[in-house]
């Protein structure tokens, strides 16, 4: 799909790292955008910065997402581009005994719910809508009626301690993407979705210099985190490269996540 001010996109966690970065990223080709997330303060920021729109958008919230969508396409016109990466995380273990008094507990099926609305269903909540908006569309004339691309994490393959939630989530897009392709393939819509590996967002900004250097010293090479831009310019290739489709692509500079 070729890129300019005749597209638009929806971007849900726009406001903040890897969403953010793709979000100016289309948005310098001239791609209209518009900025689903829950962070109004940053989102409006970012989308006033990029002559876009920001929607507050919960992904886990079906009227939320529907008055978005709907606010967005009166704003920048139907979406031809959906990426998705509005996801968070927790870290607990299945089931854990207590240093302290030998006492016995598990992860808490809320606490696990919770991560699966927001990154699996979440996702494919937005999936379906921008679909089925995305028919009322026209092909371009280089035959892409829309593209979409998910965010999963390589967590999804090798998820560490603390990560079943996570990693279920994660590997939840990655085996949704073949199926969702095929389901969009009769209507010339693609599907593909990004594994990141560890990547320099707010997500991380967090945490100490000793634990981001750790971090750091474990990719294999380059021995660094991934930059959002990197992930960004992969978003962009699977949207512009007709032939990409039904793929889950890993980017992180080779690493195998250890189980801590
Ligand atoms: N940073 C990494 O190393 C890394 C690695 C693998 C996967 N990921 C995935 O990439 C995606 C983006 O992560 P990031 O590092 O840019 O994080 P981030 O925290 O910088 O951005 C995520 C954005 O999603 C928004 N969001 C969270 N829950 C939402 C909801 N229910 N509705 C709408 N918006 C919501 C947040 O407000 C935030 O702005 C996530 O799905 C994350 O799991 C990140």
Known sequence: ??????????ITGGASGLGEATARALAAKGVKVALFDLNETKGETVAHELGG???????TDEASVDAGFERARAAIGQERILVNC????????????????????HFP????NAIIQINLVGTFRCIAKSAAG???LDPTADGDRGVIINTASVAAEDGQIGQAAYSASKGGVV???LPIARDLMGEAIRVN???????NTPLLAAAPQNVKEALSASVPFPKRLGNPPEYASLALTMIENGYFNGEDVRLDGGIRMAPR
């Open 109 to 112: 099926l809320d606490a696990f």
């Open 53 to 59: 729109v920001f929607c507050k958008v919960n992904v």
């Open 193 to 199: 979705t990004i594994l990141p590996g560890i990547f």
């Open 134 to 136: 995305m028919l009322s």
């Open 1 to 10: 799909m070729k890129l300019d001010n005749t597209v638009s996109a929806v």
């Open 86 to 105: 509005a996801g968070t995380g927790n870290a607990i273990k299945t089931a854990s005994r207590s240093k302290e008094d030998g006492s016995i507990k």
């Open 175 to 177: 085996g949704m993407t």
